[in-house]
């Protein structure tokens, strides 16, 4: 069982950056593949970045967000920089066991997200 937590969204104009966190908790934390996703309102949800082995991008954010993961701590991080306002969305933290990185379906848990907007 793992529990994650998000943290560090808020409101930054256009071209701002913002670093996302999420605390987890379990014993094997290091065993998960971390993903963030990301929720438009009246859209689905859309796979951002994941982190097992290898990181992994949506073409959308590819050379601007950087997702990086700390196992002794327990965290996944969200490195947002050069923001634009189609970014705005409620992202969530997600852990799967598998490796089936881009599939909202593929994860087991998740957290209660956190909004970032951005202001053009």
């Known amino acids: 069982q793992v529990q994650l937590v998000e943290s560090g969204g808020g409101v930054v104009q256009a071209g701002g950056s913002l670093r996302l966190s999420c605390a987890a908790s379990g014993r094997t934390f290091s065993s998960y593949a971390m993903g963030w996703f990301r929720q438009a309102p009246g859209k689905e949800r859309k796979f951002v970045a994941a982190?097992?082995?290898?990181?992994y991008y949506a073409d959308s954010v590819k050379g601007r967000f950087t997702i990086s993961r700390d196992n002794v701590k327990k965290a996944v991080y969200l490195q947002m920089n050069s923001l634009k306002p189609e970014d705005t969305a409620v992202y969530y933290c997600?852990?799967?066991?598998?490796?089936?990185?881009?599939?909202?379906?593929?994860?087991?848990?998740w957290g209660q997200g956190t909004q970032v907007t951005v202001s053009s």
């Open positions: 982190y097992r082995w290898s990181t």
């Open positions: 997600a852990a799967q066991y598998g490796n089936n990185f881009f599939d909202v379906e593929a994860y087991n848990y």
